[in-house]
């Protein structure tokens, strides 16, 4: 296979919470209008954290759906999420699956990824992915669901893959290298998340786990990165 010479692509950490531009900033819908105001270049995903659903009403969750629907359409705004399921935190699980349920449909609807968080709950959000297949039909889903901070098995991130072509898993430094070894290239991407770690030591660390350079990692993220939020060709 001959050399790939073409420029280093310019790497999008996949997930942050870290207000900064280069990288999916993961913000509540509270704050996009100050951030779109004042760093109109800012690239953000918007969502409702299941931690966020601890304690809330059923007119409070439809109120920050209703807050997430007016800013997800905006075009600083290219992912809705992190949504999920938290087996440890956040409102009993028919609260969280409801929130992510809405969050799904309105990925769907406005064409823009779903950035997921999930915590000892995969199996839940993977029968959720096969039920809204069948909720959403003819076309069922069409977005790509990326698994940010993936840390399960080899086996988990397999069956995760195996749903839709359109599944992703982003890693960041800690990760289970069994896992990030079973990942297929066309399918992983690399983040920060809430590590003081700049992205481009995250494509070390991962390139030293996968015997790959730095520049290779580089290359692969950013590439299902731009195809994702597209920006790729």
Same mark, same amino acid.
């Given at each position: 296979?001959?050399?790939?010479?073409?420029?280093?692509?310019?790497?999008?950490?996949?997930?942050?919470?870290?207000?900064?531009?280069?990288?999916?900033?993961?913000?509540? #819908?509270?704050?996009?209008?100050?951030?779109?105001?004042?760093?109109?270049?800012?690239?953000?995903?918007?969502?409702?954290? #299941?931690?966020?659903?601890?304690?809330?009403?059923?007119?409070?969750?439809?109120?920050?759906?209703?807050?997430?629907?007016?800013?997800?359409?905006?075009?600083?705004?290219?992912?809705?999420?992190?949504?999920?399921?938290?087996?440890?935190?956040?409102?009993?699980?028919?609260? +969280?699956?409801?929130?992510?349920?809405? +969050?799904?449909?309105?990925?769907?609807?406005?064409?823009?990824?779903?950035?997921?968080?999930?915590?000892?709950?995969?199996?839940?959000?993977?029968?959720?992915?096969?039920?809204?297949?069948?909720?959403?039909?003819?076309?069922?889903?069409?977005? #790509?669901?990326?698994?940010?901070?993936?840390?399960?098995? $080899?086996?988990?991130?397999?069956?995760?893959?195996?749903?839709?072509?359109?599944?992703?898993?982003?890693?960041?430094?800690?990760?289970?290298?069994?896992?990030?070894?079973?990942?297929?290239?066309?399918?992983?991407?690399?983040?920060?998340?809430?590590?003081?770690?700049?992205?481009?030591?995250?494509?070390?660390?991962?390139?030293?786990?996968?015997?790959?350079?730095?520049?290779?990692?580089?290359?692969? $993220?950013?590439?299902?990165?731009?195809?994702?939020?597209?920006?790729?060709?």
């Amino acid at each position: 296979m001959s050399e790939d010479i073409s420029p280093i692509p310019l790497l999008t950490d996949c997930h942050t919470h870290r207000k900064c531009e280069g990288a999916i900033v993961c913000v509540d #819908p509270t704050e996009v209008a100050g951030l779109v105001a004042g760093c109109p270049s800012m690239l953000l995903s918007v969502g409702i954290h #299941p931690w966020d659903t601890a304690g809330i009403t059923a007119d409070e969750l439809a109120e920050k759906i209703n807050r997430l629907e007016s800013v997800a359409s905006l075009p600083q705004v290219v992912a809705i999420g992190e949504a999920g399921l938290d087996g440890l935190r956040g409102g009993d699980a028919g609260v +969280q699956t409801e929130a992510l349920r809405s +969050q799904i449909i309105l990925s769907e609807r406005v064409g823009k990824p779903l950035i997921l968080h999930v915590v000892r709950s995969g199996h839940r959000v993977m029968a959720l992915c096969r039920e809204m297949e069948r909720v959403l039909k003819p076309a069922g889903l069409r977005q #790509p669901w990326i698994w940010h901070g993936f840390r399960g098995g $080899a086996e988990e991130a397999a069956r995760f893959l195996a749903l839709r072509k359109e599944n992703y898993i982003s890693v960041g430094s800690r990760h289970n290298q069994a896992a990030l070894s079973a990942i297929p290239p066309d399918r992983l991407l690399i983040e920060t998340d809430d590590s003081a770690l700049p992205i481009r030591e995250v494509a070390g660390v991962v390139a030293a786990a996968l015997a790959l350079t730095e520049e290779e990692v580089v290359r692969i $993220a950013s590439r299902n990165l731009d195809r994702i939020i597209g920006r790729g060709e």
